[in-house]
């Protein structure tokens, strides 16, 4: 069955230093895999995608994402991270075998303080 | 403008009433979905839909239903065999399996 999980209720992560926000998943196919991010009573924004070629993608605001078929995983990363980095993150996946359903983790927030 | 609306963005329902909410999407895209998300529990789907007249239900398809008539529109009915409709309810439209999923700004449905 298709499934998305991202171990993390939160992340808390200091200004300026690197964040990670883990996310792994389970497809009969081969995966397409995607990164959102969700403000307060809003809907979601892309940020970044992997369909194939190289593992390491690179999205909007910094952010990037490293694809690891070994270990099913999908962790988003940044740098440096910034107040306004602050909000809810969610992973999601299609497979390439099935009819385009797409599924999405449970979300992670990330809080990042001054 | 390319994007997607939907309507309204608060919605009251009393116990026992059908309601249901639009979403509407001029981006030219075949597929359409529908998500519901509760604190915690993240986005569930709903039904989705991959070409007009066509769909398949999602994980939580019980007490909703949907139609797809037109390419652009794919409105979703909360029927009053759900039981706990209270939400925010996300639409979202993508033109392919490997393209992102483009979201609309939510309906929050409320149970009076």
């Known amino acids: 069955a298709q499934s998305v999980a991202q171990p993390e209720d939160q992340v808390n992560v200091a200004e300026g230093n690197p964040l990670t926000v883990k996310c792994t998943y389970s497809v009969s196919g081969n995966p397409y895999l995607f990164w959102y991010v969700q403000y307060p009573n809003r809907g979601l924004q892309f940020l970044l995608k992997y369909i194939t070629g190289d593992n390491l993608v690179k999205g909007s605001y910094g952010f990037e994402a490293e694809f690891n078929k070994s270990q099913t995983s999908f962790h988003l990363k940044k740098p440096s991270a910034l107040v306004s980095d602050s909000a809810l993150y969610f992973c999601?996946?299609?497979?390439?075998?099935?009819?385009?359903?797409?599924?999405f983790g449970q979300g992670t927030t990330l809080q990042v303080k001054p | 403008d390319g994007g997607i609306t939907q309507s309204p963005k608060y919605l009251f329902r009393k116990e026992g009433q059908n309601v249901t909410l639009s979403c509407e999407q001029n981006?030219?895209?075949?597929?359409m979905y529908w998500y519901r998300q509760d604190p915690g529990q993240g986005l569930r789907l709903i039904y989705y839909?991959?070409?007009?007249?066509?769909?398949q239900k999602g994980d939580i398809a019980e007490g909703y239903s949907v139609s797809r008539e037109k390419k652009e529109s794919f409105p979703l009915t909360v029927t009053s065999a759900q039981k706990n409709p209270t939400a925010f309810y996300l639409c979202?439209?993508?033109?392919?399996?490997?393209?992102?999923?483009?979201f609309g700004q939510g309906t929050r449905l409320t149970v009076v």
């Open positions: 981006l030219n895209h075949d597929a």
């Open positions: 979202a439209s993508s033109s392919g399996m490997g393209t992102e999923a483009f």
């Open positions: 839909s991959q070409i007009v007249n066509d769909f």
């Open positions: 999601a996946v299609r497979d390439s075998s099935n009819t385009g359903k797409l599924i």
